[in-house]
T-cell receptor
Framework: TQLLEQSPQFLSIQEGENLTVYCNSS?????LQWYRQEPGEGPVLLVT?????EVKKLKRLTFQFGDARKDSSLHITAAQPGDTGLYLC????????????FGKGTLLTVNP | EAGVAQSPRYKIIEKRQSVAFWCNPI?????LYWYQQILGQGPKLLIQ????????DSQLPKDRFSAERLKGVDSTLKIQPAKLEDSAVYLC????????????FGQGTRLTVV
């Protein structure tokens, strides 16, 4: 079973601060995805990273895939209250099944 | 484009009772997943369908859980009999095909077993 460890588990910051959350595994993934989940809703895809070392930006969010495709990070610049939510990373094992394995998530609270 | 529809949104049952959840994926999406998300954890895959065939059910507790997708569209997930530890949000997700990367999730069904 491929495991994804996310850290920190909880993060509470003030509006305007920067933060980074991490997703680590001992396994190699063909691709890795980041989702955000708000209370009472299903996860919503933010980004998919495929190539080792890849960096993708989505407005104030920067996603990086590790060179060895075992880890990833999400950096948020100047966090806003609207960024509050559960951030989940999910690794894709590839193959014909394309199985998606989720980490436990980082619960982010941005206080105004 | 309509999203993934799930019902009911909430369900409270007593232990040892039965319960069923329904999912209508996005039109044209061949791949359908059922996930279990326990409070404070990430979603755990229970079963994956490709059209009406099961691709992966290795983490489905088959002694009490069952799922079907008879016509390759809608799907139902059943628990019989329910245990206290089954209390969780049950998420359905779909995507166009096995090689597509983006899965779209429904709002989930929150099950409480008392």
């Amino acid at each position: 079973t491929q495991l994804l460890e996310q850290s920190p588990q909880f993060l509470s910051i003030q509006e305007g601060e920067n933060l980074t959350v991490y997703c680590n595994s001992s396994s190699v993934f063909s691709s890795l995805q980041w989702y955000r989940q708000e209370p009472g809703e299903g996860p919503v895809l933010l980004v998919t990273v495929v190539t080792g070392g890849e960096v993708k930006k989505l407005k104030r969010l920067t996603f990086q895939f590790g060179d060895a495709r075992k880890d990833s990070s999400l950096h948020i610049t100047a966090a806003q209250p609207g960024d509050t939510g559960l951030y989940l990373c999910a690794g894709n094992s590839g193959g014909s099944n394309y199985k998606l394995t989720f980490g436990k998530g980082t619960l982010l609270t941005v206080n105004p | 484009e309509a999203g993934v529809a799930q019902s009911p949104r909430y369900k409270i049952i007593e232990k040892r009772q039965s319960v069923a959840f329904w999912c209508n994926p996005i039109s044209g999406h061949a791949t359908l997943y059922w996930y279990q998300q326990i409070l404070g954890q990430g979603p755990k895959l229970l079963i994956q369908f490709q059209n009406n065939g099961v691709v992966d059910d290795s983490q489905l507790p088959k002694d009490r859980f069952s799922a079907e997708r008879l016509k390759g569209v809608d799907s139902t997930l059943k628990i019989q009999p329910a245990k206290l530890e089954d209390s969780a949000v049950y998420l359905c997700a779909s995507k166009r095909g096995p090689m597509n990367t983006e899965a779209f999730f429904g709002q989930g069904t929150r099950l409480t077993v008392v």
